[in-house]
Every structure is written in C-alpha cells, then in structure tokens.
C-alpha cells in the first residue's frame, strides 16, 4: 500500500526544526541585511550547535554513531523546514552528502571518527570534486593521489569549494589512475578515481576566497593541494573504485538540494501570500483579490507540492538502499523539478511584491539567486536532461 501519512517521528522533526528556524531567523535578517561574512560565520556555527543539539544532524546515522537514524526522509524534512524560515544553510548539504558516502562506503574507524561529531553538532564537513577544468565532465579531475608506503600524497587544485573556511574536513576527489591511462587500459571512465577524508588543517593545504554573488550562509574557496600527506587509513572505499562512492554522495547531495528548493519556494510563497492578503492599491481590495496576482500563487502551491513527493520519493529510495543508478533516477529528477519550480516561485513572490520586492529590506530579492544557482548545481539543469535521456530513456549520447 502507498501511504502519505506522516509518522510522528517526521512530525516531530518538523516542528523542532521550524520551532529552531523561527527562533533563528530575526537574527539572520539582520546578518542578512549587514551582508557581514564574520558575523554570518558566527552565526552558522551557534546555528549548527543548536540543529546537533536537538537531533536533527543525526537523521541518517545510526544510533551506535550517536544519531537516530529516522532516514533521509527526515533529513529532508529538516532541510525544507530551516530553508522555508529562511535559515537554510548549504552546509547541511556538503556535510550530508559526505556522511551519506562514509555511511555505505567507509571503514569503521572512519565511521567512527567522523559520524559522532557531525552528529553532535560540532563537526562541519566540506566536498571537493570540482576543478577548472572539471565541472559537468568531472572524470577529467586532475588532482593526483600518488601511494607512498602508509601514506598518499596529494597535489592539485579544486575550485567553488562552499564552507572550506568552516569545515573541519573534507572528502576529496582525487584519481590515482589518471584519465588518459584509465582509456588506455580500456577501462570505463569512472575508474581510477579515489576518495579521502582531508583534515582542512593539513600541511600543504592553502586556500582563497571566490567572491560569489548571492549564495546565502557559505563562502567558496579555491584550494591548492601541495604534496599533502594523507595516511591511507583515510580513504574511503577502494584505491580506483572512487565511481562507487562518489555516487552514494552526489544522490544525496541532489536530494538535499531539491529539498532547500523546496523550503525557499515555501518562503517564497508564504512571503507573497502575506503581502497579497493586506495589500491594497485599489479602492479596498487586497491584491491577493486579482486573478492576476492569485493564480500564479496558486499555481506555486500545485507545483511546489508536485516538487515535494519527487523529491520525498528520491528520499525513499535512498532509505531504501537501492542500487545508486536507481537512486539517481529520481534524485535528478527530483532536482531539476524543485529548481525549476523555485525559480517560477521566487519570480512570482517578487511579481506579487512589486518594487518593493527589490528593497533589500524586504528580504526577496535575494532568494533570486538562490534559486537561480539551484539550477546550476548541484549539477546542472542540461546535465540532468543528459542522464535521463540517456539512462531513463535509453537515447544515444551526443558528447
Ligand atoms: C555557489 C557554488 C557552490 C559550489 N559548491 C561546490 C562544492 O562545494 N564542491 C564542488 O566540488 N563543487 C562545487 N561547485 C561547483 C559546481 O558543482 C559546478 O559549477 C557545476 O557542476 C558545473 O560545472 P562548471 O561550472 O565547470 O560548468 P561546465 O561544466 O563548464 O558547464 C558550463 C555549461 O555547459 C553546460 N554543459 C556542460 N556539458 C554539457 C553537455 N554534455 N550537454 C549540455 N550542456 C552541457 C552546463 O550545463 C553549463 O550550463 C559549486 C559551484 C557554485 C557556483
């Protein structure tokens, strides 16, 4: 039987992260408004305390790890609720999709050392995939793992990295076959790549700050990897399987983004219905009276909730522990649908707003870019159409 209800449990986590989001939020208006990264630094890891201390950074760990293991499902549901008190922060999403690959891939002693802290609330983490010249196509990384005895050691450069200058550690991309030796061996193009958990505080590890425009609540950060010194105990899965694991993290990562789509559009939506409700420009009908100003509000709400079973589907799958493809399936599918869908939706608050909406004081203008960037990543709009064309519906690759 297909079921809608909610369990108490879900319940649960919804309020406590609402009830945490409202109490936040004033405070992060006024960051907001202060555009002071310092402050906004301070504030993430007061908030972070806070999200460890009741419960809702344990979702999908396991008690034995110090978390309460109510699934993805649930992660998602926390996610969606800070994002819709416009309190979201892209943190949860890196260190979430990094938990989620030492959840199926890690050894025990790495399970051990990182889950119960991030659990806790006192332990942020960071992923680094992307480089300059491997963004949609990220086989192509060049950053190089070379085995010294007990050690790696590891040189080469990421780029866009959100919450390097907060993390604790990272999970870093590297290959130790590199691409053109990987299509020598005749091997498929995924092989060769190698995960590690990277304390950030490494010897030979530097980083600098990539002013972006409109990302709320994380900074990104290039990094220069140096000859760093990585004891082979920190790799996650296997030398050259990296395809596997890294899978198991960017499903999650897709999954979670949906959901901030989810909870911004929420915002988005509450924030233009209030407006529309005591509005008034005309004689003594609030606008929310026009059909103009109501129905693309309406439409919002059909859509937003079309977005929020794809991606509680996605969630379910993941809990369920299907094969990645068949996660990734519904991840991406799920991702695209809330990040268009949050684009229609901020545009529409910002419509029902008029001129006001670009006042900075009305905190709008900036889920525009918020929403706007969820359709690059991730991963990008096009590159999703890719996978399901290719992987869903079986049509030939063009690239
Ligand atoms: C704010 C922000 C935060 C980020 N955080 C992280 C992070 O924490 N860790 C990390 O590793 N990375 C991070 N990234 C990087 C992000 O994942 C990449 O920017 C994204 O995957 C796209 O890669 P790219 O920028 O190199 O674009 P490119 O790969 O150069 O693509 C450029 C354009 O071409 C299109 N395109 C490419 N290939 C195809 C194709 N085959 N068919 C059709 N169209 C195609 C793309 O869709 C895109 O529109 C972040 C980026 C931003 C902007």
């Known amino acids: 039987m297909i079921d809608f209800t909610l369990t108490e449990e879900h319940k649960m986590v919804k309020k406590a992260s609402s009830d945490f989001a409202k109490r936040l939020a004033p405070q992060r208006d006024k960051i907001l408004l202060s555009k002071d990264h310092r402050q906004a630094t301070d504030f993430l890891k007061e908030a972070w305390k806070g999200m460890g ?3 809702l950074l344990g979702c999908i760990i396991p008690e034995k790890y110090g978390g309460n293991n109510t699934g993805l499902m649930t992660m998602v549901m926390m996610t969606e609720e800070m994002s819709a008190q416009g309190v979201g922060t892209p943190i949860i999403v890196t260190t979430m999709m990094d938990v989620a690959c030492l959840l199926r891939c890690a050894s025990e002693g790495l399970k051990q050392k990182y889950l119960p802290p991030v659990a806790a609330g006192d332990m942020r983490l960071a992923f680094a995939l992307t480089e300059p010249d491997a963004g949609s196509n990220a086989v192509k990384i060049k950053t190089e793992a ?6 790696y050691r590891i040189t080469g450069q990421k780029i866009f990295i959100t919450g390097a200058d907060v993390a604790d550690a990272m999970l870093l991309v590297t290959r130790t076959t590199s691409y053109e030796d990987t299509a020598k061996q ?8 190698t995960l590690f958990m990277v304390d950030m505080k490494s010897k030979g590890i530097t980083m600098s700050k990539i002013p972006i425009h409109g990302f709320e609540g994380a900074q990104q950060y290039v990094i220069y990897l140096d000859n760093v010194e990585v004891p082979a105990s920190q790799l996650v899965g296997q030398e050259n399987m990296g395809g596997i694991a890294l899978f198991n993290s960017l499903n999650p990562e ?3 983004a949906a959901a901030d789509a989810v909870g911004i559009s929420e915002y988005a939506l509450h924030r233009a219905v209030d407006y529309a409700k005591q509005r008034k420009v005309f004689k003594d009908t609030p606008i929310g009276a026009y059909q103009a100003i109501q129905h693309p509000l309406a439409e919002s709400r059909i859509e937003l909730e079309a977005a929020r079973l794809l991606t509680y589907k996605a969630a379910w799958a993941w809990d369920q522990g299907l094969p990645p493809p068949e996660v990734g399936k519904w991840a991406n599918m799920a991702k695209i649908t809330a990040s268009d ?3 229609k939706c901020v545009d529409r608050a910002i419509e029902t707003l008029g001129g006001y909406a670009f006042s900075e004081e009305y905190g709008i203008i900036h889920l525009w870019d918020m929403a706007r960037i969820l359709k ?3 991963v990008s709009r096009e590159n999703v159409l890719n996978f399901v064309g290719e992987h869903v519906l079986g049509l030939p690759k063009s690239y």
């Not at 070379?146 to 050690?151: A, E, F, H, P, S």
């Not at 005749?186 to 790549?193: A, E, I, N, T």
């Open 53 to 55: 201390e009741l419960g």
């Open 146 to 151: 070379k085995k010294d005895g007990n050690i």
């Open 186 to 193: 005749g091997k498929p193009r995924f092989y060769g790549l």
């Open 254 to 256: 897709r999954i979670i």
């Open 341 to 343: 869908m949050a684009l």
């Open 376 to 378: 690059t990543i991730p």
